[in-house]
């Protein structure tokens, strides 16, 4: 059975820093790409950043320059550190992976920044 656990949300104020981190059990955790997406009140769900097995990285526009994604193949953990951070992603950030054409997602961790 395939989890995904994501922690590391919380309250912060404009410009301050969180990580989050996924820890992924039920998986063959090194072979697979790894993704953050979030989802704001009222807005789509939209991919973050994406990080493969071979820690090649991909970023949305809108976080490139604050947000690195890395992971820990020993650990079975995928991290998002987000620094800068602005009133707008303001969200739930889910972890995401998929698997013989099967997603798989956390329950997600909430992320407020206040202005």
């Known amino acids: 059975q395939v989890q995904l656990v994501e922690s590391g949300g919380g309250l912060v104020q404009a410009g301050g820093s969180l990580r989050l981190s996924c820890t992924a059990s039920?998986?063959?955790?090194?072979?697979?790409?790894m993704n953050w997406y979030r989802q704001a009140p009222g807005k789509q769900r939209e991919l973050v950043a994406a990080?493969?097995?071979?820690?090649?990285?991909n970023y949305a526009d809108s976080v490139k320059g604050r947000f690195t994604i890395s992971r820990d193949n020993a650990k079975n953990t995928v991290y998002l550190q987000m620094n800068s951070l602005k009133p707008e992603d303001t969200a739930v950030y889910y972890c995401?992976?998929?698997?013989?054409?099967?997603?798989?997602w956390g329950k997600g961790t909430l992320v407020t920044v206040s202005s």
């Open positions: 995401n992976t998929e698997r013989n054409g099967v997603n798989y």
């Open positions: 039920g998986i063959m955790f090194s072979i697979r790409l």
């Open positions: 990080i493969t097995h071979s820690s090649a990285t």
